[in-house]
C-alpha cells in the first residue's frame, strides 16, 4: 500500500510541474499573441490602413485619344470610333489558366489569343486591366454579362479604335495602327505604350508621325472588390489628346490617279507640288484595307497578304526599285552638258546600234535615228546618242549629276520604308560585285539600264527639279498640324521654291525642257499621240520603257514581242511628266510594272492624272478646307 501511494504521488507532481510548464509556455504565447495584435492593430494601425486602402484603391492610366488624319482639304483620313471591349485583370496571373479556359468557352479564343491573354494576365501588374477582345456585338457583350460571376476581374469597357474611310485608296500613305511590340518600346519611355489598349503607328503616316498622334495619357482612380471587379470610379484626369495632321494629299487626284491605275495590276504614280514638294497624290496599286488591322488581321488575311504576287503590302511609290530606262536621258544630258563634252548644237550619229568590242548596243528604233542634238535626242529617245554622251562624260559625272537631282538616297519625305534604291558608282561596283567598272557599264547606265534602279518617287523629284529651274525641292507629305484645342490650318501659297539652288546652268536646263516638251508637242516625240489642244494645258514629258530582263540577239531576230512573254518577264512601262509648260506647277511619274511600253501603257495615266491636277490646282484651292477646331 504505502510504494503505491509512493508512486502515486511521483506521478502526480510530475503531472502537476508538466502543467506547470504547459500553462507557463501558454502563458508566454498568448503575451506574444497579445503583444503582436497591440502591435498590428495600435501600433501599426496606419500601416495597414494604407496597406489596405492601395489594395481598396487602384490607380490606372487612361489611353489618351489619337490624333485624326486630313487631306489637304479636310477630308477625314484616319479617325477614332467607339467599340466595347472586353477586359480582364489578375494579381500577377493568379487564376489566369482558369479564367482563360472560361473566357475560352464564351469566345472561342483559339490558341494563339489563349496563348497571348496567358501572358499578358502574367506580365500584368497593378491589376491593370488586358484587352481580351475587341469590337463586341450586342450578342457578345449579353453572353459576358450573363457569365460575369464566373469570370473575376472581367469587365466590359468602351474604348475607341481606328477607322480608316478610304480604305484601300489611302492605305500605303496612311498606314495602320497595331499592338505595341517589343521593339516599337526601343528609345520611347512613355508609360503609356506599356498599355494594353494603346495601339502603336506601324506603317505610313500612323507610324511617322506617332510621337505627335500619339497624345499624353490620363489617370483614373477605382475602388476594386477582393477579385478585382471596379466597383466605383473615384477620381478621373482626363488625358491630352494627340495632333491633328493635316496632310498635303488631295483625295481628289488621289482617287483620279487610282482609278486610272484600275485596268493595270500593278504600278505606281506620284504627283509633286514643283514649288513647295508637296505630295499631291501617291498611289500604289494593289492597297490594302488597314481596317482589318486596326481591328486585328487573322492569320489567314495575313497569309493572303504575303502570298499575293502583285505585294499589296508594299508601297511601290516608294520602296518599289525599277530601272529608270530613257526617263534617266535628262541625267545624261545634263551631265554631257555640264561636263562641256557636247554643246546644245552637238550632233551624233545613230545608225541603230553602236559596237564596243564585240558587244552590240542596240537603239530601240531598228535603222536608227540618223544625226541628232540633245533636244532631239531626247524628244525622241534614241539610245546611241545617250550612250556616246554617257561615255564623253564619264561615270562619274553621271553619278554626280543624278545625286543632285536626287537619285540613289532616301528623301525628306519621312515615311518608313523608303528605299535608296541604287545609282552605281566606280566604288559601288568594286565593293558590291568585286569587278571594275566598264565602259560597258557606262552605255547601259546612259540610258538607265544596267544596275540602275530608281524609285517612282525619286523619278518625280528628278522631274520636279528640272521643272522648277534645278532648286533642290524636297518631297513634303505634312501641310499642318496641331493639338484639337488649335486651329488647323494650311499655309499660305508660294509661288516661288525656297529650296537651295543645285547651281545647274540655266541654259542646260532650257535645252532639257525643249526637248522634253517635244516629247509630247512635236511630230517626232515618242509620245506625240499623248498632246493636248488647251495651251494652259501644254505640258512636257518623257516616255521610259524599262528592260525586266536581256534581250538576246537571237530573240532580237525572230522578232518575239513583248506581249508574247509572261506578264512578269514583260518591259516596265514609265512616263514622267510635268505642267503647265511655261509656268511649271507639277510634276508626275508613272510606273506600270510590266505595261510593255511608256509611251502607250504610262503616258495617257500620266497625261491625264496631269492635266485634272493643273485644272483642279490644289497648291491655290484652299475654299474647301474645313476647320478642324470644333471637331
Given amino acids: 500500500m504505502k510504494n503505491f501511494r509512493k508512486g502515486d504521488g511521483e506521478r502526480s507532481g510530475l503531472f502537476t510541474r508538466r502543467a506547470l510548464v504547459l500553462g507557463g509556455a501558454q502563458a508566454v504565447l498568448l503575451t506574444a499573441l497579445a503583444g503582436r ?103 457578345e457583350v449579353a453572353r459576358l454579362e450573363f457569365n460575369a460571376p464566373d469570370l473575376p476581374g472581367v469587365f466590359i469597357d468602351l474604348g475607341q479604335s481606328r477607322d480608316y474611310p478610304e480604305g484601300e485608296l489611302m492605305s500605303h500613305i496612311v498606314g495602320y495602327t497595331g499592338r505595341v511590340a517589343d521593339e516599337d518600346l526601343a528609345g520611347r519611355d512613355d508609360p503609356v505604350l506599356q498599355l494594353a489598349t494603346m495601339r502603336f503607328g506601324k506603317k505610313g503616316v500612323e ?14 482612380q477605382v475602388e476594386v472588390n477582393a477579385v478585382g471587379r471596379v466597383v466605383r470610379e473615384l477620381e478621373r484626369t482626363e488625358g ?59 492569320q489567314g488575311e495575313w497569309r493572303d497578304l504575303l502570298d499575293n504576287p502583285e505585294r499589296p503590302l508594299h508601297n511601290k ?21 555640264d561636263a562641256k563634252v557636247i554643246d546644245p548644237w552637238t550632233r551624233l550619229a545613230c545608225p541603230g546600234y553602236l559596237e564596243l568590242g564585240k558587244i552590240k548596243f542596240h537603239c530601240w528604233l531598228k535603222g536608227g535615228h540618223g544625226s541628232t542634238n540633245v533636244s532631239e535626242a531626247i524628244a525622241m529617245s534614241c539610245d546611241c546618242f545617250f550612250y556616246e554622251a554617257a561615255r564623253r562624260a564619264g561615270i562619274d559625272r553621271v553619278s ?60 518625280a523629284i528628278m522631274t520636279a527639279r528640272i521643272a522648277n529651274g534645278g532648286y533642290e525641292v524636297q ?24 529650296a537651295p539652288s543645285l547651281r545647274l546652268n540655266p541654259q542646260h536646263l532650257a535645252i532639257v525642257r525643249q526637248g522634253m516638251s517635244d516629247v509630247v508637242n512635236s511630230s517626232q516625240g515618242t509620245a506625240n499621240a499623248l498632246r493636248v489642244k488647251q495651251p494652259e494645258l501644254t505640258y512636257a514629258g518623257k516616255t521610259g520603257t524599262a528592260q525586266v530582263k536581256r534581250i538576246t540577239e537571237r530573240e532580237r531576230e525572230m522578232g518575239i514581242t513583248q506581249a508574247s512573254l509572261p506578264w512578269h518577264l514583260r518591259h516596265h512601262a514609265l512616263f514622267v511628266c510635268y505642267g503647265p509648260v511655261d509656268n511649271p506647277r507639277y510634276a508626275c511619274a508613272v510606273i506600270v510594272e510590266h ?37
Avoid: C
Fill in 37 to 139: 495584435l497591440y502591435q498590428l492593430q495600435v501600433v501599426e494601425t496606419d500601416r495597414f490602413a494604407t496597406m489596405a486602402e492601395e489594395n481598396r484603391i487602384n490607380m490606372r492610366l487612361l489611353a489618351p485619344s489619337r490624333g485624326q488624319i486630313f487631306d489637304r482639304s479636310g477630308v477625314p483620313l484616319a479617325v477614332n470610333r467607339n467599340n466595347f471591349r472586353a477586359m480582364a485583370t489578375s494579381d500577377r496571373g493568379r487564376g489566369a489558366d482558369l479564367l482563360v479556359e472560361r473566357l475560352d468557352q464564351i469566345f472561342s479564343l483559339g490558341e494563339t489569343e489563349k496563348v497571348r491573354l496567358l501572358r499578358e494576365l502574367r506580365r500584368s501588374r497593378n491589376a491593370q486591366p488586358i484587352v481580351v477582345r475587341e469590337n463586341l456585338g450586342w450578342e
Fill in 207 to 220: 507610324r511617322s508621325l506617332e510621337d505627335d498622334l500619339r497624345g499624353r495619357a490620363g489617370a483614373v
Fill in 240 to 298: 491630352q489628346p494627340g495632333a491633328n495632321a493635316l496632310l498635303t494629299i488631295d483625295l481628289d487626284i488621289q482617287r483620279f490617279a487610282a482609278e486610272k491605275m484600275k485596268e493595270h495590276q500593278s504600278g505606281s504614280v506620284v504627283v509633286l507640288d514643283v514649288i513647295t514638294g508637296d505630295v499631291i497624290a501617291m498611289v500604289s496599286t494593289p492597297g490594302f484595307d488597314p481596317t482589318t488591322f486596326a481591328r486585328g488581321i487573322t
Fill in 317 to 337: 511609290a516608294i520602296a518599289g526599285v525599277y530601272p529608270p530606262g530613257s526617263t534617266y536621258k535628262m541625267v545624261t544630258a545634263l551631265a554631257a552638258l
Fill in 400 to 459: 554626280d549629276m543624278a545625286q543632285r537631282l536626287g537619285f540613289g538616297k532616301v528623301s525628306e519625305l519621312g515615311l518608313p520604308g523608303e528605299s535608296a534604291a541604287n545609282q552605281p558608282t566606280r566604288v559601288w561596283k568594286q565593293e558590291k560585285i568585286g569587278k571594275a567598272w566598264q565602259h560597258g557599264d557606262t552605255f547601259n547606265l546612259g540610258i538607265g539600264q544596267g544596275y540602275m534602279t530608281a524609285t517612282p518617287l525619286q523619278l
Fill in 475 to 498: 518631297p513634303n507629305l505634312l501641310l499642318a498640324k496641331a493639338t484639337p484645342r488649335e486651329e488647323l490650318v494650311p499655309p499660305p501659297p508660294r509661288t516661288k521654291p525656297t
Fill in 595 to 631: 505595261g510593255q511600253a511608256g509611251g502607250a501603257t504610262a503616258g495617257p495615266i500620266g497625261r491625264d492624272v496631269l492635266i485634272e491636277t493643273m485644272k483642279r490646282d490644289p497648291s491655290r484651292r484652299t475654299d474647301r478646307f474645313k476647320k478642324m477646331a470644333s471637331r
